[in-house]
């Protein structure tokens, strides 16, 4: 029987100040992506774990709440494809039912922590509808669950997101970037930006296959084994190291959820 069942919900808020507050204290993210083991991640220093989707997340809530872990929990939304557009309002109602259904079933599970809308879904960040059902889904979480901010995973920021974000999805709580190669200069990026609002790194990693050199009939040149771990520790320290300033939100080192490259969690705000 699930936990939620059992205990009230724990209040997360993205604090004015800089950072989350969980239950009323400040919380920082020491984390995961993925489905690696629960009992690991504790045992590493870890104290959450993202997903991408919803299958099996009443378990997944179960088992972190046993072991003192929270959830951010990823609902999956459609890129634009040949079955599903933004610009159709009955395939946004069905996504949107969609999404109310599973927050109603989980929300007041005491081991959640965030809800993510979405994993790199947005293309090239110029389509409007989809920015605009970001927002209306940001605040149907909202409204069905006020307990718990929303966020949607980027793939990389850049001008063209931020000004969809910032221009039709006032509601979403912060935005996630997932960023491999690009994580040492991503504070840069976002001052040149200008961005303003809250930023989490949804994902981080070693410098991708599509980051590095290669050879001559094509194959990527992968870093050795003591070049990437030189590069997370150097990234991870620029990027997200917690400092007086207050902007840091959460740092979240994982292992692979998908086989095109592996995951890594972190986060600024």
């Known amino acids: 029987m699930s936990a939620a069942l059992h205990a009230a919900p724990v209040k ?14 400040p919380y920082f993210i020491h984390g995961a992506g993925g489905d690696g083991p629960l009992k690991l991640l504790r045992a590493r220093g870890g ?9 099996g997340l009443g378990a997944k809530l179960d088992e972190a709440n046993a072991l003192g872990l929270t959830v951010a929990a990823g609902i999956w939304l459609e890129p634009e494809c040949s079955w599903f557009s933004y610009s159709w309002p009955e395939h946004c109602d069905r996504q949107a039912a969609r999404v109310k259904q599973i927050v109603t079933e989980h929300k007041d599970h005491p081991a959640l922590l965030l809800w993510g809308l979405g994993n790199e879904m947005e293309g090239d960040g110029g389509n409007a509808a989809l920015w605009k059902q970001v927002n209306r889904l940001a605040k149907l979480v909202h409204e069905t669950d006020p307990a718990h901010p929303t966020f949607t995973a980027l ?56 980051e590095v050199g290669k050879t001559s009939w ?26 007086p300033r207050g902007d840091v939100l959460v740092d979240m080192p994982s292992s692979g959820a998908k086989n095109r490259r592996p995951v890594r969690r972190g986060s600024g705000c």
């Open 12 to 25: 997360v808020e993205v604090v004015p100040e800089g950072g989350l507050k969980r239950g009323g204290e």
């Open 47 to 55: 104290n959450s774990v993202r997903t991408w989707g919803h299958e």
């Open 155 to 210: 793939a990389g920021i850049s001008d063209l997101k931020a000004k969809g974000l910032n221009e039709h999805a006032p509601d979403l709580d912060f935005v996630g970037i997932n960023t491999y190669g690009a994580l040492p200069g991503l504070r840069e990026t976002l001052a040149k930006l200008g961005w303003k609002r809250p930023w989490l790194v949804t994902e981080y990693g070693p410098r991708g296959f599509w």
């Open 218 to 243: 094509g194959a990527p040149l992968e870093d050795t084994s003591t070049q990437k771990a030189e590069f997370l520790k150097m990234a991870a320290t620029k990027a997200l190291a917690r400092e």
